[in-house]
């Protein structure tokens, strides 16, 4: 009982990367778990599937390490408006570190593995955790809102698919995908079926006066002041709650004219076996045989138009 699954599963993990599986501020929300990693002795890496404009090789400044990935520093060009994960290298130099994170370009399932491999080969990896900046990386695809599946199930098939003895995923931020038509009902109904899978590894809360919690406040704040026009509304309604603010609460101008439902599970990580997952998928199959971007809208479109019974939100009684 004084144990927690999770942890038992990672602890003689030697090599991890963190990587975010929906792309934007994903690996933000892993931050947390990568300061108490470190703490304990983990050689950690972070990676993230990217929003951001990442040049083709040959530009100046381009690290190129794949294909579909680029290696991104504090000295890294700014060759977008929109780079979180730059500032973030930035803000740990800073702190006086040099972090690297590694960022996927968003394109089909085949180069994203090519990419998630060539790490497995230069940093020796044992375990990969993937982190979603909230709950709709379970939706399995007959849900009747899949919020932004295309990332997270892209993540989700690359990774099942690497040859590692550990591969995990975590959820942090419950019920901030219901602005994005998920379904919490849903989201619970999946955690039960993982359960009876052996693929539920339990949970556990960030509480604000955490290190590792103030440190990814830290972390996140200095990014939303130097992209105050993409401040993100995952990380912002989580730190919310982990100060405190329940319902109705806005941090950001982003979130104007809706209603939002901050509350006390969102600093909540959910924990499980990423394989157990991915054979949820109910076009996991079609997924692996994509190559660009297109490739994924096209599988999921036809995947949801050939789909006879999609599944109605269903009320929580609570």
Request: glycine share 8%; charged share 20%.
């Amino acid at each position: 009982m004084l144990t927690l699954p999770f942890f038992d599963e990672i602890r003689d993990a030697e090599n991890i990367l963190l990587a975010g599986a929906g792309g934007g501020y994903d690996i933000f929300c892993g931050l947390p778990l990568y300061f108490g990693l470190r703490a304990e002795g983990k050689n950690v890496y972070l990676a993230n599937l990217s929003f951001s404009f990442l040049p083709p090789p040959g530009v100046v400044g381009a690290d190129r390490l794949s294909e579909s990935m680029l290696r991104v520093t504090a000295d890294t060009p700014l060759f977008t408006h929109y780079f979180p994960e730059m500032f973030l290298a930035q803000w740990f130099r800073e702190q006086g570190e040099e972090v690297t994170i590694y960022c996927f370009e968003r394109t089909g399932v085949k180069p994203l593995l090519a990419g998630y491999q060539t790490l497995i080969e230069r940093l020796a990896l044992d375990t990969v955790i993937l982190v979603d900046g909230g709950t709709d990386s379970l939706m399995r695809g007959d849900e009747s809102g899949l919020g932004t599946p295309h990332e997270d199930i892209a993540s989700i098939t690359a990774v099942s698919q690497l040859e590692l003895d550990r591969k995990l995923l975590l959820c942090l931020g419950f019920g901030v995908d219901y602005f994005h038509g998920v379904c919490n009902a849903h989201f619970l109904e999946a955690v039960a079926e993982l359960i009876q899978s052996q693929g539920y590894l339990g949970m556990f809360s960030l509480v604000d006066d955490m290190p590792e919690a103030q440190k990814y406040r830290a972390a996140t704040e200095a990014v939303f002041e130097s992209m105050a026009h993409h401040i993100s509304i995952v990380s912002s309604s989580i730190l919310s709650a982990l100060a405190g603010h329940y319902g109705n609460y806005h941090a950001t101008s982003r979130t104007r004219g809706s209603t939002l439902w901050i509350n006390p599970l969102m600093p909540v990580y959910w924990c499980f076996q990423l394989a157990q997952v991915a054979k949820r998928v109910l076009y996991l199959e079609e997924m692996k045989e994509t190559d660009t971007y297109d490739d994924i809208n096209r599988v999921i479109k036809r995947f949801r138009q050939n789909c006879d019974s999609i599944r109605k939100p269903q009320a929580i009684p609570v």
